[in-house]
C-alpha cells in the first residue's frame, strides 16, 4: 500500500504545494522534480527495506544495559540507521559545503515521510541529530560548526537535546544544571567558552548508545551568578555543547569520557526504538562543555531545534496514523465477516462494506492525510522564509496529528477487533507509539499556551492566516460542489475569531489561559477544515474527496461545541478548588 | 484515596438510589445498611489486600504455558481470587439455597466495584464465572444446576463464553461449531440432553488454567441438519455445557479431559491477568456437551450472560477510570510544577494550579464517577424489574464507560506527563487495559446497532426514559442554581428525539445503521448529563457539582455536533465506493 503514500506525495508536493517552483532559486539550480523523485525512491526503499523490518524487533527488544552499562540495541536498528545516514538524508536540506542535498525543506521532509512511516523509534535518532546539526550550523562558531555539526550531518555522530530535568519538566525557568567558567581563560577555548557542567537531565532520547562514534548532547543550564546561585527564570538560560567522548580542536575523538553518565533507562509504553533516558552531568566535575550562542540567549537557540522537532513530532504522528490506516485498511478489504442489515443468509461480505467500518477508515484517512498535508505546508512555508505564519502553525502541526493520530490508531484496533487487540499485528505498537506525541516536545497543554497566549495574540499572524483561509473560501465559493464546505469553513474562521476575542476579552492572559486547550482543538479543526478545502483547488481524487466530505460533515462542527465555554467565557477551572475532587 | 470510592458508594446506594427502600422486600429481610456496609468494607479489604497487589504482577507475568501444556499464572492472582471467592461475591446475588448472599444487585455491583478498581484482569475469572452461574441457573435443568451451577458459585470451579470463532466475530448466525446428538439415548442423560462438539472457539477468557478444579465453558454451536450441513442464522443456535474435565451425574470431577484442548494463548495489548486463547473441542470427537435450554434457543440463553457482562463491561471501565483519576490526582497533589500564568519567580505550584491540569482532572471525574453512577443505576434497574428501560440503558452502560474511560485513561497519563507514559507508574497499564472494552462483550459499533435498531427503536423503551429525564429537568428547574442545566438537558433530549426519527426517516434500517455510532455517542452524553443532575437532586458535594459543571460547560454541547450528519442524513457512508481509499 506504501505506492499510495507516493501518490498522495507527488499530488502534495508537486500539484498543490508547487514545489517545482522552487526550481528557478539558484539554491536549487540543479535540482528539479526528476531529481526529487529520485530522492522519494530512495527514502522508500530505504524505508521498506530495512527501517519497517526494524520497527517491531526495538519494540520487543527494548533497549537495556549489559554488564558493562552499555546500552544494547537490535542490530536491525543499527542497520536501518547505516542505510538512512548514507543516503545523505541526515543533511538533506543543508549547503553541500556542509555536505548536505541543499533540498527544499518540503521535500526532504516527504523523503522522511516513508522513514517515520516505517519506524518512528529507528527515525528518532536520525531526526534528532539532523535538528542539533541544524542549531549548531545556525549559532554555533566556526570551529562547533566543522567540530561538531559535521559529523552529526555525516551520521557519525548523533546528537540529543537535553531540557528537562527530573524535578522540571514543562518548567525550563526552573532548571538547576549549573555551568561554571572552566578557569580564567575559559573563553579562549577554539571550540567555544568552555564551562564545567554539574545536574541531572531526565527523558533524553538518545541519551546513550552505541550506534555513533560520538554524541554531541545539547545541553541548558544556568551560569550561576558570584555568590554561587542560580539566576531565576529562562532568561538565564545558555546552552552547552556537552560531547559523550572529549573532542580535540581538531575534531579527533579522544578515548575519555566527558563525565556524562547514563544513570537509568526509562521503560516506556512505546516508542521504544529510541533509547531514552538520565543523564547525570558532571557528578566528579568532570563534564566539560562549550557554549553555543551568547550567555543568556540558551531557550532562543534551543527553539531553533524545538520548533524543527515540534513540526517532526507531528510528521511521526501523521506516519503513525498513516501506517494504522494502511493496515486496517488491507485487513477491512481482506476480511468477510457479516452482511448488509437485514440479509441473514449468502455470503460473507468484507468489512468494508459496514458502515461504522467505512467512517473509522475515513476518519483515519482524514486524519492521516490531512495532518501530512498540514506537516509539508509547513515545510513549504519554511522554503518560503513564510516565519510568522509558520510560528503560528506549528503548535497546530506538532498538537493536532499527535490528538488524533492517536485516535485514528485507535480506530485502526477497532477496525480489526480482537485481531487489533493482540500483538499478532502491528496497529496495537503504533497506538502505544503515538501517545508519545502529545507529551514530549512540549506537551499539548504548553501548545495550547503557545497558540493561545504568545502566536495568536499577535494580529498579523492571525491576519496572514485568515487572509489564506478566505482566499480558499472564495476559490471554492466559485465551484458548486464545495460552495456548502466554503461556507462552512467560512463561519468557522468567524467564529475562532470571537472565540479569540472572548478568551482576551479581559485582557488577562490567567484568564485567556483558562481556555487554551478547547481554543487549540478548534483552532486545529479550523486549520485542517482549510487544508482539506485547499488542497481541492488541485485535487479531484474521490477517496480524498471522501476523507473531505467527511470531515466537514463529522469532524468540523465540533469546533462549535469545543468554543463554547470559550465563548461563554466560563471561569469553572478558575474557581475549582481542587481540595473539593 | 479509596476512602473516597466509599463515601461516593454510600452517596450513590444510599441516597440517590435509596437502596435501603429494599429492606422491606422478604428477599432481603435479614438485610440494611449496615449488612451491606459489611460487605462493601469486606469488598474493599480484600480489593486493597490481594486483589491491588496482584495487578502489576498479572501484567508484567503475562500468561504463558510450561512445557507440559499447563498455563503459568503468577500465584498472586489465584490468592487474590481465593480470597475473593470466599469472601462470598461469587454468588452475591444467588439465592442462599445456592451458597448466595442475596444482595441486591446495586450492593453487589457496588462492592464489585472495589476489585474491578483494583485488578480487572484479576476480577475477570470471578465475573465470568459468577454470570456463567446465573445463566445455568436461570435456564438448567435441576442437575445442571446442582453439578455445575453450584461448584461455579462456590468459587471452586470457574467458567467462561465462547461465541467467537476464528473466522467469525461479531456474526454469530455464522458460527460453525457443531453440536451432533451423542447416541440415540442422548436425551437421557442426567447432565441434559448429551451431544459431541465440534470446532473451535476463539477469544476465549479464561479458557484454561489451574486455578480451579474444573472449568465450565458454555459453548454456542449448531446442531447439524440430516444431511450434515449446517442451519443458517443465528435461530439455528443452541447452547451448550462442556466442562474441562468430565464430570459423574453425582457432580465428582473424573481425571479424565474432556476433548478440550488450549490451542494457542493470545498476547494482548492489555488486561493480561485474563488468560485469552484459543479453544479446539473435539479434535478427536472426544468432545462431550450438555445441553442446556432448548434447541435454538441458544444465543436468547447466551444473552442472558452477555447483557450481565456487558454492565459487568462498564462496571470494569468505570473503574479503570476511577483507578486513573485517583493516581492522576493524587500525583497533581504532590507534583510541584511552574507556577501561575505571568509569575516567574517564587516557588513552583501543584499541577492542580494550572488550568488545564484541573481540565484534564475533572474531566477523568465527570467520567469514572458519571460511569460508576450509571452502572449502579442499572444493577438498580434489575433489582426493580425494570427490563424494558435496562434493555434501552445496557448499550450505553457498556459503551460509554469503556469510551470515555478510554479517554480518561489518556488523560491520567497526560497529567503525570512523561512519568505516565513510563511502566514506572500504573497509568499506562490502565490505558492499555481499557482499551480492550470497546472490543469485548459486543464492539462499540455492535452497541450502536443495537441501541438504534433494537432497542431505541421501541417508543414505550423511550418514553419510559424521557419520562424518568423530564422528571429530573422538573425537579432541577425548581433549583435557580440548576435550571440552566435542566434546559440544557431538555434540549438535548429534544434534540436526540429528533434525531431518532432523522435516523428512522426512511424507515428502513440499512439506512438508519449509517448512523449508529454518532447516534450512540450522542445518547450516552444525554444519557450522562440526566444522570449527573438526577444525583444533584440528593448531593451536594461540591467536586461532584463542578464535575457535573464540566460536563454541562465542555461536554453536553458535543451532543449537537455529533448529531449533525444525523440530522441531515448525510449519506456520505453509503454512497462511498471503498477502492477509493
Known sequence: MSASLRALLDVLLFEWLDVEALSTRPRFAEQGRSEWAAMLDAAERIARGVCAPANRACDEQEPRLDAAGRVQLPASTAKALQAYTQSGLSAATQDAEWGGLQLPCAVAMAANAFVSKAS???AGYAL??????????????????EVFARPLLAGRWFGTMCLSEPAVGSSLGDLTTRARPDGVDF????????YRLRGSKMWISGADHELAENIVHLVLAKVPLADGSLPEGSAALSLFIVPKLRVAADGN?????????????NHKLGWRGTVNGLLNFGEDDDCLGYRIGAEGQGLACMFHMMNEARIGVGLGAAMLAMAGFETSMAYARERRQGRAIG???????ALTE????RRMLLAQKAVAEGALALCLYCARLVDEGEDELLALLTPIAKSWPSQWGLEANSLAIQVLGGAGYTRDWPVEQYWRDQRLNMIHEGTHGIQALDLLLRKASRPQALAALAARINATVEAALQRPELAAQANQLAAALALVGRATKAAWSAG???????????YLQAFGHLVLAWIWLDLARVDGDAGRAAARDYFYAYELPLVNAWLQPVLAGALLLRDLDPETL
Chains 1, 2 share one sequence.
Open 120 to 122: 518512528v523509534g529507528v
Open 128 to 145: 534528532l541529530s539532523t535538528g542539533n546539526a541544524n542549531l549548531i550550523l545556525a549559532h554555533g562558531n566556526e570551529a562547533q560548526c
Open 187 to 194: 573563553e579562549s577555548d577554539p571550540l567555544g567558552p568552555r
Open 253 to 265: 575523538v579522544l578515548a575519555l569520557r566527558n563525565g556524562v553518565v547514563l544513570a537509568g533507562l
Open 343 to 349: 440479509q441473514r443468509s449468502g455470503a460473507m461480505v
Open 354 to 357: 459496514h458502515a461504522d467500518v
Open 508 to 518: 488577562d492572559p490567567g484568564q485567556a489561559a483558562l481556555h487554551a486547550t478547547p
